[in-house]
């Protein structure tokens, strides 16, 4: 004989009534019929049912919860400098030390730069003329619960 399988009731509904198991972990909003768990941890990813009983009829869900770290503020690095003829080349970094599924974009936050800030990935390589060398980039790095922006201030060929 095979063990009974066992499962956690957050809340339950019967006619009119609602019981909520565990009040200081969720909140249940009657008006879009939605469950909210409140302070998510690493420990509530899981598999959830849902289940709406209908007189002898029941209608099952099931919700993959999945709990995402979010993005620490992004800094910028440079990786590599090359100046030569009036112009400068730069290899800049974006790097984010914590979250979880996270993507990296460039862009320039000024008029009139032309796109030279345009990118993704981590690695954004930069070249432009000396004499106009006033622009700024702006590295975004994100997931679906956050978003965290660093910016590089140009300067003679990187020097700050």
């Known amino acids: 004989m095979e063990e009974p399988q066992k499962k956690k009731i957050l809340l339950r509904i019967s006619g009119v009534n609602v019981t909520e198991y565990e009040r200081e972990r969720m909140r249940f909003h009657e008006g879009n019929f ?68 996270v993507s990296y974009s460039w862009d320039s936050r000024d008029n009139g730069t032309g796109g030279i800030c345009s990118g993704s990935g981590r690695v954004l390589n930069v070249s432009y003329s000396l004499r106009n060398a006033a622009f700024r980039c702006v590295c975004t790095a994100r997931n679906r619960v956050s978003r965290r922006d660093a910016a590089f201030q140009s300067s003679q060929c990187g020097t700050e």
């Open 34 to 101: 939605s469950l909210e768990i409140l302070n998510t941890s690493r420990d509530d990813e899981r598999l959830y049912e849902y289940s709406v009983s209908k007189g002898p009829e029941e209608e099952l869900w099931q919700i993959q919860l999945r709990v995402l770290e979010p993005v620490a503020d992004p800094s910028i690095r440079i990786l590599h400098r090359e100046s030569s003829n009036g112009s400068c080349s730069l290899s800049l970094l974006c790097a984010s030390e914590r979250g979880d599924e």
